[in-house]
């Protein structure tokens, strides 16, 4: 028999939308509004759902075609990374402190993304935009398990890295980053995407993940470096999803505007403040550096950020509020950040040093307005007392912000020299902040920020495994001695001289 | 402003007065010593004498700053006082309470001449 | 030399992260899938309750009935993690496109009849809509279910439902290609079939009564097990065989990969149904009862597409569906 065969019925487009689009349908045997109960509440008015164009157009069986080959090659990179103990061929094992900071500080955020985006992947009333959340909330199970994977070899060798789920939800530095994505998490879902799409995916990421990922390639870390890579093409989807969710909520209706842009505004701050410790990271943790924090700001956020908002002005959109402030303190960031740690080396599950005369030089010399002024005397009176045996170690908790959480340690805008203090009222009980941004934040909703599990206070109320300090960190998980403390004391230290003194005895 | 919700939204405040068991929280703060990070943070009784605190808390948490060995219990009394921003005629026979100090204020300290590692305007 | 090196000093400090170890029972080399799924979603210490359901913390264990010591004695047999589920996926779909491309360039659905292809669109491709309904339970489940171990599965699941939806689109446009004398597509008629015609409005109501289910692991079986094993039960089996005896192969070429997803998932869903209701007795009484509703609820749906089959067969087939049925039942130990 003749095979009849027609011309194709669909469109590529329309295509698209029969396999997304016009799989859902208006339910009535229950209302609307309770099957999508969560897509109102916020004020956000969408007139048209259809007008969510999906960028990229992903069908399932592509989606597998893509991930599965990525897959393939990744999996393949970490078993021969691990046979071939690659870890011995990174610049410095100062260099892994950074990775477990990513693993303890970053991946649970990639996981909590994954639910995150799972919420909204349901919630949404719009077929196209819950497909493209699960297709995001999948790939952030992706990187939180490829993390876990590609950093299971270092594990094996250092400190550190051994328990980041059960710290996440307990060491006090980590409550900076799991208190921003539980904001983001117990938000409504349309601030969920401004939150994470925009203001973290977009405007953001190129400050967190770039930095990462070229600090590894940079200092011989090909473990990090392959997934790095192999996740860039989800991060450009999961950006281009950031974007288009902005231009979509101002298009649909005028009204949204000024939600939008209070949400952009919070949304700045917070992850603003999150990167406080990439700064450091950058600054002070790789052995081989990239690029300063203060070049990546100026490049990253300076500049494209700006043309970003020029971009966005046509909807009405602002710069975030404060930029100015964030422009400023990139002088300064890395370096007050650096100090806390070094401060509180005893209660880090990563180490801390004094940066060596190469480094105090390259510290000069990308910070001539701030650096020798203001931290060098600071650090060098660290390094003298610690020849003399007498490492400094912080022994008392320090005051935090009620908001972002991280302790006491940013100055006045335009003043290094004095700690800047913000206060509030709510309630008849008092609540502190360290910039006028948090406190505009708390007081947007103060019923939210009260609930704040802040570690240090939660410590004292005696819910944090004991009353000693020491009881705190055997509660963290941590292996006292060998994760914590002076790097030039630690086991790491101790390991990797002796690898590359048997290198060389071997050469 | 307020939050937008689904349902009632209003819970306790995660550190009110009563979950420190008789202390309450109070932040201390030697100005322009930033060796020392940040403020610090302390359960402290309000029937406490501002002084003791000084004395037996404060003091030797500053031990490892230079100018700690310079500044006397007297130097800090007499010195500047800032409590939750307004200024404080600190009185060290006083009780925290009798000194105006409520959970979670900040109490900020400055002695003239005493600035830190290399003086004015490093703050170190 | 690097030999010397390797033998002497690089020797592991430990062989997997400490909670895995915890969980072994001991330090040892650890499965990329124990180290991907253990203790991964947070357990205390929430900042802050959802605006949108202040009742519960970001995770909370209340938010079902059932009560289990530890989530993560609920494992995949399949030991899916990311990397194996999409590599596992992508092979599967191929396979399902190659036959789908077969049936296409042989024209083999050219040979139905027209009441056949009639019957055959009308019974299948509404299905998008549920498996569109099946992606949305699970990835709701996602979001709200307790354990990564169980979590994962479900987005997994949750995807695959969105691919089979997709591959009974693909379904129509084979029909389309086939049929040179209309313009427009089949798909076009299937979600007014959906919502409007009355063979489909029992599994719809039923469909829809559970996007409001808020207990989580009630919606794992109303959804994973009960609605599921009915529908691929008579539509993927029975209604197939019945093809295949009419001298129909094609179809059941292009639905192989739905009896295939439901081989691989029900093995799935059995191990986690079965592990929960040996957990206690409360366990075994809620999910009974669950597993009593749902039946209840979906075989109306069942016998409305038995009856617009073969009405005369009608209460035959429901029979032999329900009988199916409680071998799943029995499995799980009930």
């Known amino acids: 028999m003749a095979i009849t065969r027609s011309k194709p019925k669909m469109g590529i487009k329309e295509r698209y939308a029969s396999m997304t689009r016009d799989l859902g349908w208006e339910t009535s045997y229950q209302p609307m509004d309770k099957v999508f109960p969560y897509d109102k509440f916020e004020g956000i008015k969408i007139h048209d759902w259809d007008a969510w164009v999906d960028p990229f157009r992903l069908t399932m069986d592509a989606y597998w075609k893509y991930q599965s080959e990525k897959e393939r090659k990744l999996y393949a990179v970490i078993d021969s990374f691990a046979q071939n103990n690659g870890q011995m061929g990174i610049t410095d094992a100062r260099y892994l402190n950074a990775i477990k900071l990513f693993i303890t500080g970053v991946s649970p955020l990639e996981y909590a993304a994954h639910r995150g985006f799972a919420f909204a992947g349901r919630h949404f009333r719009g077929v196209g935009m819950r497909v493209a959340s699960q297709m995001q909330s999948i790939d952030e199970l992706r990187h939180a398990q490829t993390q876990l994977h590609a950093m299971s070899h270092y594990n094996k060798f250092f400190g550190g890295m051994h328990s980041s789920h059960l710290m996440y939800d307990r060491v006090w530095y980590l409550s900076v980053p799991k208190s921003y994505f539980d904001d983001a998490m117990t938000a409504g879902p349309f601030e969920f995407l401004t939150a994470i799409s925009f203001s973290f995916e977009y405007v953001l990421t190129n400050l967190l993940f770039v930095p990462f990922m070229s600090g590894a390639a940079h200092n011989g870390d090909m473990a990090t470096v392959t997934f790095g890579f192999s996740a860039q093409s989800d991060e450009s989807r999961h950006m281009t999803l950031g974007i288009e969710i902005i231009k979509f909520m101002l298009e649909q209706d005028e009204a949204n505007l000024p939600i939008v842009q209070r949400w952009i505004d919070k949304w700045f701050w917070r992850g603003y403040r999150l990167l406080a410790l990439v700064s450091m990271m950058m600054d002070y943790m790789l052995p081989k550096r990239v690029m300063s924090w203060r070049e990546a700001w100026e490049i990253y956020f300076e500049e494209a950020g700006t043309a970003l908002f020029e971009d966005l002005s046509r909807y009405g959109l602002k710069m975030p509020k404060y930029y100015e402030v964030a422009n400023w303190e990139k002088d300064h960031l890395s370096h007050q950040v650096w100090s806390t740690f070094y401060n509180y080396a005893g209660a880090t599950a990563f180490h801390t040093w004094m940066p060596n005369d190469n480094e105090m030089e390259w510290l000069r010399d990308k910070y001539p307005d701030s650096f020798e002024k203001h931290y060098q005397p600071r650090f060098e009176h660290f390094i003298k007392e610690q020849k003399k045996g007498n490492r400094f170690f912080n022994n008392t908790l320090p005051m935090l912000c009620q908001t972002c959480q991280i302790p006491f340690i940013f100055t006045e805008p335009g003043d290094p020299t004095t700690t800047c203090f913000r206060e509030t009222h709510y309630k008849g009980n008092r609540y502190n902040f360290c910039s006028d941004g948090c406190k505009d934040i708390f007081e947007q909703e103060p019923e939210k920020y009260i609930q704040a599990w802040l570690p240090v206070y939660q410590i004292y109320q005696g819910n944090c495994g004991g009353k000693e300090i020491e009881d705190v960190l055997r509660w963290y998980n941590f292996n006292l001695g060998e994760d914590n403390g002076e790097y030039l004391d630690s086991p790491d230290y101790d390991l990797w001289t002796q690898w590359k003194e048997s290198q060389s005895r071997a050469v | 402003m307020s939050v937008n919700s689904i349902g009632d939204y209003s819970f306790d405040s995660r550190d009110k007065l009563e979950n420190f068991h008789g202390a309450m929280l109070v932040f201390i703060q030697w100005e322009q010593h930033l060796v020392y990070c940040a403020p610090f943070a302390f359960p402290l009784p309000p029937d406490m004498l501002l002084g003791d605190v000084m004395k037996n808390i404060v003091l030797p948490a500053y031990a490892y700053h230079p100018d700690s060995e310079k500044a006397t219990l007297e130097d800090f009394e007499k010195g500047q006082w800032l409590l939750d921003n307004k200024p404080l005629q600190a009185d060290f026979t006083k009780s925290l309470a009798e000194n105006g100090v409520k959970h979670q204020s900040i109490l900020r300290v400055t002695i003239p001449g005493l600035d830190g590692l290399v003086g004015q305007g490093s703050a170190a | ?334």
């Open chain 3, 1 to 334: 030399m690097a030999l010397d090196i390797k033998t002497t000093i690089i020797k592991p400090k430990r062989h997997t992260y400490s909670h895995i170890a915890e969980r072994l029972g001991s330090d040892r080399p650890a499965s990329r899938y124990e180290e991907a799924s253990f203790d991964v979603e947070p357990t205390s210490n929430f900042h802050y309750r959802p605006v949108w359901d202040p009742r519960f913390e970001i995770y909370d264990t209340a938010r079902t009935k059932i009560q289990m010591e530890d989530w993560y004695v609920l494992t995949d047999p399949r030991q899916f993690y990311y990397g194996t589920y999409t590599i596992n996926r992508n092979k599967m779909f191929e396979a399902a496109e190659t036959q789908l491309n077969f049936v296409e360039t042989r024209g083999l659905l050219a040979n139905l009849t027209e009441a056949d292809r009639t019957l055959v669109q009308k019974i299948i491709l509404p299905l998008r809509h549920y498996e569109w309904g099946a992606n949305m339970n699970n990835v709701q489940i996602t979001r709200f279910g307790s354990g990564t171990i169980v979590t994962q599965a479900t987005a997994f699941n949750a995807m695959d439902r969105l691919g089979l939806a997709q591959l009974i689109c693909r379904i129509g446009l084979a029909f389309d290609a086939a049929l040179a004398d209309t313009d427009s597509s089949c798909l076009h008629a299937t979600r007014a079939q959906w919502t409007d015609d009355e063979l489909w409005q029992p599994l719809r109501k039923a469909l829809e009564d559970s996007f409001v289910v808020e207990d989580w692991f009630e919606l794992f079986v109303a959804q994973n097990f009960i609605m599921d094993n009915f529908v691929y039960q008579f539509v993927y089996t029975q209604f197939d065989d019945m093809l295949i005896e009419k001298g129909i192969t094609s179809i059941s070429l292009m639905t192989e990969i739905f009896r295939k997803y439901r081989a691989d998932s029900s093995r799935w869903v059995n191990a986690v149904l079965k592990r929960a209701i040996s957990e206690n007795e409360e366990n075994k009484k809620q999910i009974a009862e669950w597993v009593a509703d749902w039946s209840k609820q979906v075989t109306p749906a069942v016998k409305a597409l038995a009856l617009y089959i073969q009405p005369e067969q009608a209460d035959k087939a429901v029979q032999i569906c329900e009988e199916a049925v409680q071998k799943h039942i029995t499995a799980i130990g009930l």
